[in-house]
């Protein structure tokens, strides 16, 4: 409780810090609830090679991850792929069908309506061979794991054929800074190529739109809020957060003045340290070799980054993972996907 003011009304600063305060409390445990946790199941397929690192005249952070092998010498690429095919109905599917599927085997004990939102998720998965969405995924899982940054819309499901690739972000994210009272929207690309500076600079082409485009009618962006907005029911599943986030995307409201734009990348490439003598290396073995990369993968972004002035003052995290081959990752993803 606020305490009066001498006249015994509550002064008019105490009570404008008091609604703030609150509301920022609202979105910070709202957003919290949105995240969807994990028990750390990814790191036993994934090794951490750099982590958190400031690349040199930019805002972006750096992480790299790359395959781990098991004590039999074997790759962990089909088991990762497989994590990422359990994944698919958090990816793809709005938080209000899970939590009602979720309610239904609680109050029945049938899990049938689960199971037809795998099917359904199923179904939104192009298998045309060049299909990127195994990045987008992976993006998705290395976001919430490491950043906890929840996803706010499942766009997959606003897909109308698996044939097709939605067009726009390949994610959005969001989180709250309360020092700064500022709703932070994270626009995710991801892209898979053979060759690493291929793909850097195609993710640097498509998510300079989104961070550093002012937000009109023609905007990039424009059509990605539009969505968000229109479907923040069935993705936030939150009456009382859905209502202020809504505020935060309308430009009639002055909350539009606190979005701030941030940047998730994902690169998928080939890389030849995973053998050595047509050897596949241990875990360690690969860690150590890619490590000795990691500030030539981070000067190569750093200097495709100036093709954009501005995008090196815009926070970006920025996930670098080779593959052995990104070609048969994409093989095997879509065998199992489909």
């Known amino acids: 409780m606020l305490p009066p003011s001498a006249d015994g009304q509550m002064p008019i600063a105490s009570v404008d810090r008091y609604i703030i305060k609150k509301t920022m409390t609202r979105i910070e445990t709202a957003l919290d ?25 930019t805002e972006t952070i750096g992480y790299c991850h790359c395959l781990k092998v098991d004590g039999n010498g074997n790759s962990r690429l089909m088991d990762l792929i497989e994590f990422i095919d359990e994944k698919i109905v958090e990816y793809a599917i709005p938080k209000k069908d899970i939590e009602d599927a979720k309610q239904y085997q609680i109050e029945t004990g049938s899990p049938s309506k689960t199971i037809k939102l ?72 991801a892209k898979m190529y053979k060759d690493l500076n291929t793909a850097i600079t195609k993710c640097l082409e498509s998510i300079n739109e989104f961070l550093l485009n002012p937000l009109s009618a023609n905007s990039v962006q424009e059509r990605d809020i539009q969505l968000i907005t229109a479907n923040i029911s069935s993705n936030i599943n939150d009456p009382n957060l859905e209502d202020l986030l809504v505020r935060y995307f309308d430009k009639d409201d002055d909350l539009s003045n606190s979005v701030e734009y941030k940047g998730l990348c994902f690169i998928g490439f080939d890389s030849n340290e995973y053998t050595t003598n047509n050897l596949l290396r241990t875990t360690e073995e690969i860690r150590i070799a890619l490590q000795s990369k990691i500030p030539k993968y981070h000067k190569s972004i750093s200097e495709k980054m100036k093709l954009y002035p501005g995008l090196e003052l815009k926070e970006i995290h920025f996930f670098l993972m080779p593959f052995p081959s990104v070609e048969d990752f994409r093989k095997y993803y879509l065998q199992e996907i489909k």
């Not at 989180?175 to 009272?181: D, F, G, P, T």
């Open 33 to 57: 609830n949105l995240l969807i946790k994990s028990k750390g199941e990814i790191k036993s397929r994934i090794e951490e090679v750099s982590y958190n690192i400031k690349i040199t005249d």
């Open 118 to 189: 795998r099917k359904k998720a199923q179904t939104l998965f192009t298998d045309l061979e060049k299909t990127g969405e195994g990045g987008e995924i992976l993006l998705y899982i290395l976001v919430q794991e490491f950043l906890k940054l929840p996803q706010l819309i499942s766009k997959m499901s606003l897909k109308t054929s698996g044939q097709l690739h939605y067009q726009g972000a390949d994610g959005v994210h969001v989180s709250y800074n309360s020092e700064k009272n500022m709703l932070n929207l994270y626009w995710g690309e």
